[in-house]
């Protein structure tokens, strides 16, 4: 099912983590690059802070290519689309923010993700990943969808400790501070 | 009655199967194609998300060009234009996708869609065929309406069970993972 | 006065039927053109599903330039307007539609409009005219505005048994499928 | 006071007629003409419909341009500009059609308007004149402001057997078909 | 305190008088001038009214740069920001009008604004000064903040008399027919 | 935790302070510069008012560049991006004037920001720096967040008699009329 954690073949596609009034759940997002002046285009029925997310995302790549080894043309003559199933469900929040500069990243470099990973994090311009809310429901979704590994701001650490250690087994944690620890460790080599 | 299928003499034309208050409902998907910069507008009374899937259609086969043996070139050179008659009635949701996305490949390649098919689907930015509701109403009215062959989501295979055997009489099923699938088989050969 | 049939003495002047409240009642659809790079503009208190006409209108000439000798030169550096009097009247609905395509394809060809007729119909991106309400109401207010025949879908066919013979008299009705049987009928040569 | 007719001394300076919950008034359309690349701007507080006029007043202009001796590159490197005084007053309706029409014929034509004239009726895309509401109340505002000649659509003159002779009194009318009449007439020679 | 007249040390800075619920107050319109294409923006929170006021304004002085000896040439190479502190309040209505065409005129020519002046009055595109209201309180607003003259429309002389004398001591008032006469007194030779 | 100092290792990232119905709390103001057209694009849930002071920001620094050394060129030549973290929480208000001047100038000269200050006030397009409200409240959360000098327009030294001096203890103050002031004392020689 589409709710499964499901591989990663394609560079631009990220797993992350929502949290609704339903519960936890896992989200894949989705990044395509075509020719264009640098223009950003969304889908996924996505709320106004979810669309700054992306933004947010965008401007920090275009600031760091050096880290990354992207040639900063591409800025001037590719567009990106980013997209988040399902279209049906309204998403909103800035917890997909680690999720949509990994995928961007992923697609300009064209490195694919390291494999039955999932995130959560609110970023800001300078790189820093911040804590976000539902961490517990957002670890069960986790497993149940088959992941192996969660990356987390270091400030969400304190979050664990309410969760029973069960629910932990078989997950493995990673807690960072900034956006380029994610892409470092996430990213893939050609 | 335009509530009948209506034979496959154009590109770009494609039937597709809606689910509202008042049950199933065979819909048609038409497209044109004109010179332009890459510009896709949309007519028959569509809501957001269903705009959206639109957009994810175009930049679907942006992205997989080598695919259908598209020219690259058309995506700077052309505009599109979807139209969901009839306009006085307003239609939403996702799972028109893989009607769109049809609907557009058939025309950039000027491939006629193979004859007495329906399909339904919502489609992702990386092409998965992700499942729709309103599997049995869609059902019936796909064979009110004269269709042979149904497409849809390999996911959708769980709702057939609830159908009982006489309403599938006389119909074949198709069920696929990807876009892919969807457009090799019914994309008509030039 | 004008609620009646003002003649045929400018290309891009064609006149309609309309179905409100206070019963069926003629309309004028009036395009102009311009120097100008593709655009269209709408005036005439248009509700989006009208001003959708319109667009699709446009699209359909654009993608049959051949049938109606259009130099397809002419969607690059032309503009055009459509206004549909009374102002203060807001109008809806998708039943201009073949009134919008007549009168945008009479001004591109600079081919007045047969005398004495109005019309009223849906139309499709593949050059279909569907069936629309208010039939009776509509040929109650044509005659009463000295129109001599009326242009309408196949469709709409089946609802003239509920008129009395005697709201018919001295009307000729021509039912089609195509716009392009309407455009054949209606535009005069030059 | 600003309630009075106010000479003539700029070309683009035209009286108009409107009605209000509070009667009657005159008013004033001014419009003034800039390098540009054929834009229309607007303010004064007005409603949709009666910026709908402005731009039909201007299409129709782009369309006349022979009978007017205006040179039509002029709507290639033009921007023009109509405001309606008074800014707090909200305003709407297509009655200002003619006035606007006029107001933008004579910035063009650099030809003032005749004299102590006011005008009232909608325009159509065509160049008919259509008959407004409000006369009554209209006529006694112009009187009351030193107006000596109204210039309405023939449509009206059936208002004018309700008012009595005494407020009729040292005005005249012109009543008129198109908007050929009315700039034929009110344009003064340069 | 800002609440007070604040000399005239920079082109572009004009005092003006505002009028709101909680009586009069002065305020200060700020314009800068920087390379681009003939733009506007303008911030401050202002409501439609003012901002129309604004676009009006530079109409205005597009087409009287011979009067103010603008070379017509900044139009297609500057852009103008105009801003009313404060941002936190809401300000609406036309009566900033001469404040702005005044603002824009000193920025323009570089010619500092008369000192201890401030002004109010509804301006219209030929250039006329029309009577705001809220007299009284704002030639109080502008006693207190240390002003010495008024500038206002000449019709509103007559809200003169309804003001005790002892409140006008010490203050002088120019009352205006035209933008000419306002820009001719206030704009100080460079 | 994100809601301490984080010291001055960027150049573009400000500490402002903010005064919502929970109390004071700091936040931070990044810029990012790109190549561009002078655009200026923003993120963070930004109220009307708040966006109106970064547009104001950016104006003032594009007719001040003399002073800051700025070479004029690079308003054609790039872009800005302004975020205030954390994209959940809406915030609104002038006093992140100071602050976003502020991080745009330390942006644009890459020269970085004195350390362990935090600034509130909001800003005029001359350059005035003016008094905003809760300077009680944003005095406590800037010495929670070990924050050591504050910068206030002059007018709010008022303010500072109603705060009991322990509040005060270990901070400094730096009252300003200006924002040349601001920048002349905050921004780091490389
Ligand atoms: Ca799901
Ligand atoms: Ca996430
Ligand atoms: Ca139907
Ligand atoms: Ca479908
Ligand atoms: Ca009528
Ligand atoms: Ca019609
Ligand atoms: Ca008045
Ligand atoms: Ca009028
Ligand atoms: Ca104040
Ligand atoms: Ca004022
Ligand atoms: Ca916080
Ligand atoms: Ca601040």
Redesign the interface.
Known sequence: ??GSYQGNE?P??VTGLAWTAQGGEIL?V??????GKGGL?L???LG??MK??A??AL??L??HTDELNID?SV??NSNW?I?V????IPKD??SA?ITMVTSLASIMTKRKVRKSIAMTG?I???G?V??VGGIKEKILAAKRAGIKEIIMSE?NQKDMEEIKEVYLKGLKFRFVKTISEVLEYVLLKK
């Open positions: 099912s589409h394609f631009g596609v894949f989705e990044s395509s690059q075509s020719k285009t889908t996924g029925n106004e802070v700054e997310s933004m947010l401007e920090y275009k600031s900063s800025f001037e689309h997209h199933p399902e279209g049906a929040g800035p923010g609110e800001t311009l300078r820093r911040l804590p400030e």
